[in-house]
């Protein structure tokens, strides 16, 4: 399984930006996919999971963060609103090997990171 993550950038507060990550090596579509999140100097960190059972947010981005997936294409997305500077981090995304993700256990496998940098 090969995860490639994109679009992060650098951006000010107050401003959106979408994260993609496309999937191969596997159908796509039988597995749950997540957002991670690493700033500088803390422990990686759930962002956002989907799976056939919905989909969960952590608290500090419920409301702001959006993930959705396209199967057709292969690819989870992150929508990124309201951006704040504790935002920042490298963001990995994850894939789950089964359709439905216990909450708390750990992926599969990962993919590189992208940098997002929000300044205020």
């Given at each position: 399984?090969?995860?490639?993550?994109?679009g992060g950038?650098?951006?000010?507060a107050g401003d959106s930006l979408r994260l993609s990550c496309r999937a191969s090596?596997?159908?796509?579509?039988?597995y749950s996919m997540g957002w991670f999140r690493q700033a500088p100097g803390k422990e990686r960190e759930f962002v956002?999971?989907?799976?056939?059972?919905?989909?969960?947010?952590?608290?500090?981005v419920k409301g702001r963060f959006t993930i959705s997936r396209d199967n057709a294409e292969s690819t989870v997305?992150?929508?990124?609103?309201?951006?704040?500077?504790?935002d920042t981090a490298v963001y990995y995304c994850a894939q789950k090997?089964?359709?439905v993700w216990a909450f708390g256990s750990?992926?599969?496998?990962?993919?590189?990171?992208?940098?997002?940098?929000?300044?205020?």
């Open positions: 399984v090969q995860l490639q993550a994109s950038g650098l951006v000010q090596g596997r159908p796509f579509r039988n956002a999971i989907i799976d056939w059972s919905g989909k969960k947010y952590a608290d500090s997305y992150l929508q990124m609103n309201s951006l704040k500077p504790e090997g089964s359709p750990p992926p599969n496998y990962w993919g590189q990171g992208t940098l997002v940098t929000v300044s205020s």
